[in-house]
C-alpha cells in the first residue's frame, strides 16, 4: 500500500508552532505517513513559494494532502486553487478563510479546517478581563501581527466580551517574546506609559506578556518595575505552556488552547482513504485556567 504524504506548513517556530511541529511528527509516525514539516518565517511569500515548489513538483513526488497555518489572514486561495487542481488536499489550520466553502464544493480531494476557534479564544480572554476588572480599568494589550487572521480573530471575540469601561492601549509585535519585549520597552519610553495608569496587561500569547514582563524587568527604575510586575497578566496557550505559569502567579490567569495538528492529519487520513469530503470547519476545544468562576479582583 502506498505511504500518504503529507507536507506541514507552518508561519514560524515560536512555542505554539513548535508544539505544532512534534505533535505533527508524532501523529504522522503513528499514522504512518510520509511528513515534512516546513516554516516560513512569518513570510507570507516565503510560504506561498514553498507550497507553490512542493504543488510543482514532478507528479510522482508530490504530496497526497497540505495542511497549511497561513501567515496572513488572506489565507493562500490561489495556491489553494493550484493545490486542488493538482489533485491534492487542502487544510487550513487557524485561520477562517473565507473561500473552503466554495472551494470544497468544486474539489475532488479533500477541503477543510481545523482551528482552535480564535474568536472563542479572544471572546474569553474578555471575559478574564471583565471578572478581573469588575470597576473598569486600562488595559495594555499585545498583539501578534495585523495581517494575522489569529490576531484579528482573537482580537474580534475580545472586544465581543470586554466591558465598555475597560480600555486598551494596544501593542503590535511579531509572534514572539523578543519581539513583545522589544514592542514594550519602546512604548515605555514614553512619558505617559506609567504603571499607575493601567490595571492588568493581556498577551495574545503567553510568549508576549512574557515578553512583557522582560520589558518591565529590564527597567532602570525597580520601583517602577515593581508597579508593573504587580499587575494581572494575562495569557494563552496549550496546557502544558500556560498552566505552569499560573500555578507559579506569573500569569494571573490564561485562555488554554490545543495545537490542531492531530486532529487534522487524523481526519485528512480518514477522509483520503474514505474518499468522503469531511465537514468544512472542525474545532479543537479551549478554555479559561483557572474557572472563570474563581476569577477575583486583586485586592
Known amino acids: 500500500m502506498t505511504k500518504l504524504r503529507v507536507v506541514v506548513s507552518l508561519p514560524n517556530d515560536n512555542a505554539y508552532q513548535h508544539a505544532q511541529a512534534a505533535v505533527a511528527k508524532a501523529t504522522g509516525e503513528l499514522l504512518g505517513l510520509e511528513l515534512q514539516v516546513l516554516h516560513a518565517n512569518d513570510d507570507s511569500i516565503t510560504q506561498s513559494q514553498q507550497l507553490l515548489e512542493v504543488i510543482q513538483s514532478r ?4 504530496p497526497h494532502g497540505l495542511l497549511v497555518e497561513p501567515v496572513t489572514a488572506t489565507g493562500l486561495r490561489r495556491v489553494a486553487e493550484a493545490a ?26 479533500p477541503v477543510f479546517t481545523v482551528s482552535q476557534g480564535q474568536n472563542e479564544i479572544g471572546r474569553l480572554q474578555g471575559k478574564q ?29 475580545m472586544e465581543t466580551a470586554r466591558p465598555r469601561n475597560v480600555q486598551l492601549t494596544t501593542l503590535r509585535c511579531k509572534w514572539s517574546e523578543d519581539t513583545a519585549a522589544q514592542s514594550v520597552a519602546a512604548w515605555l519610553r514614553l512619558a505617559t506609559s506609567r504603571p499607575e495608569k493601567y490595571h492588568l496587561i493581556a498577551g495574545q500569547t503567553h510568549e508576549l506578556a512574557l515578553g512583557a514582563r522582560k520589558a518591565f524587568q529590564n527597567l532602570d527604575n525597580p520601583e517602577q518595575t515593581k508597579k508593573w510586575l504587580e499587575l494581572p497578566f494575562l495569557g494563552i496557550g496549550i496546557a502544558n505552556q500556560v498552566k505552569p505559569l499560573v500555578d507559579r502567579r506569573i500569569l494571573t490567569a490564561a485562555v488554554v488552547t490545543s ?15 474514505s474518499k468522503v469530503q469531511p465537514q468544512e470547519r472542525s474545532t479543537v476545544e479551549v478554555s479559561s485556567y483557572p474557572d472563570l468562576e474563581k476569577l477575583t479582583p486583586k485586592s
Open 59 to 62: 507528479p510522482d513526488s508530490r
Open 84 to 109: 486542488v487542481t493538482a489533485g491534492i488536499a487542502w487544510v487550513i489550520s487557524n485561520s477562517d478563510v473565507d473561500y473552503i466553502r466554495q472551494l470544497s464544493k468544486i474539489s475532488k480531494v
Open 259 to 273: 495545537v490542531t495538528m492531530e486532529l487534522a492529519l487524523r481526519l485528512l487520513v480518514r477522509a483520503l482513504e
Open 129 to 157: 478581563m471583565t471578572a478581573l476588572l469588575p470597576q473598569g480599568g486600562n488595559v495594555l494589550m499585545i498583539e501578534g501581527p495585523g495581517i494575522s487572521s489569529v490576531s484579528l480573530q482573537r482580537h474580534e471575540g
